[in-house]
């Protein structure tokens, strides 16, 4: 029922992540492994996955994790079943996604719209801060350790790989592209998974960063209904964001004057 499409670099961890989706995974599945040595960019892969993909279930996830979970392809599939308005399931999203060009992690003030968990190496990490933590949350974006769909999405939404030529973006991307569609995008706290990587984020991805923010500037920032943020609060958290980034850069440019003219 599931197509499990990875873009791998690294044999020895598909096998490794092959055996434990077999382990854990608790339905019929095939694993989609698209060999991509900087021949695509992850958009091409991911897109060349989909179109080899034969079940009505696609889930994207990167090859150095691990599952920590039993059965979650039998639940992520039956949440879908039983709400066709969900489009898009995650394990880590923001529930406020501001017009600053940056990945799921924004200002500080905006950290408490966070959602979901991760075991990051063997460290858990819970980005939930709420008084109330609900295993299933709206969320506007996810991050693209893992992300859940049906193929019906797909005659909608597409990985976009005429903006994104690199390894990064795509999963902002793609749920804004979900969600305006509009369908739901969700995080499931119930859906454990070990990240083992530190990530990357400089360099091409600031550059994706922009080229996203660029494209959804018009729609942006936005946030779930839930969250009871009315127009005029969303612009203040928007400014607040930029704000915040903004003197950052001020003070790092500065610094750096400054060690240079020593």
């Known amino acids: ?5 990875i873009s791998t670099q690294d044999s020895v961890l598909l ?11 608790g339905v ?29 279930f696609m889930c994207f996830v990167h090859e150095d994790v691990l599952f920590k979970t039993t059965n979650w392809g039998d639940r992520l599939t039956s949440i879908m079943k039983n709400d066709p308005t969900i489009g898009l ?14 990945a799921i992690g ?14 990051h190496w063997d460290n858990y990490k819970d980005f939930d801060k ?30 976009d790989e005429k903006l994104l030529t690199h390894f990064h973006g795509y999963d902002i991307d793609f749920s804004l592209q979900v969600f305006f569609k509009p369908y739901r995008v969700v995080v499931d706290r119930s859906v ?30 936005v946030a779930t209904k839930d969250t009871l943020l009315s127009a005029l609060r969303i612009r203040i958290l928007d400014s607040l964001n930029w704000y915040y980034f903004l003197k950052n850069a001020l003070i790092r440019n500065i610094k750096l004057l400054i060690r240079k003219t020593k």
Not at 132 to 158: A, L, P, T, Y
Not at 195 to 215: D, E
């Open 130 to 159: 709420s008084d109330q933590q609900n295993e299933i949350d709206d969320v506007v974006c996810i991050d693209g350790v893992f992300m859940f769909s049906k193929k019906e999405v797909f005659q909608h939404c597409r990985f």
């Open 106 to 119: 924004q200002g500080p003030g905006l950290s408490r719209f966070l959602r979901g968990n991760i075991y």
């Open 15 to 25: 096998h490794r992540i092959s055996e434990n989706i077999k382990e854990t995974i």
């Open 192 to 221: 454990l998974i070990a990240h083992y990587s530190n990530g990357n984020y400089i360099g091409q991805n600031t550059i994706a960063n922009r080229l996203v923010g660029k494209k959804w500037m018009k729609k942006l920032p």
């Open 89 to 102: 399931i995650g394990i880590a999203g923001t529930k406020f996604r501001s017009s600053y060009p940056s």
């Open 28 to 56: 019929e599945f095939e694993i989609i492994a698209i060999e991509n040595k900087a021949q695509y960019s992850i958009c091409e892969a991911y897109n060349l996955g989909v179109t080899k993909s034969k079940y009505p």
């Open 1 to 5: 029922m599931i197509s499990v499409i």
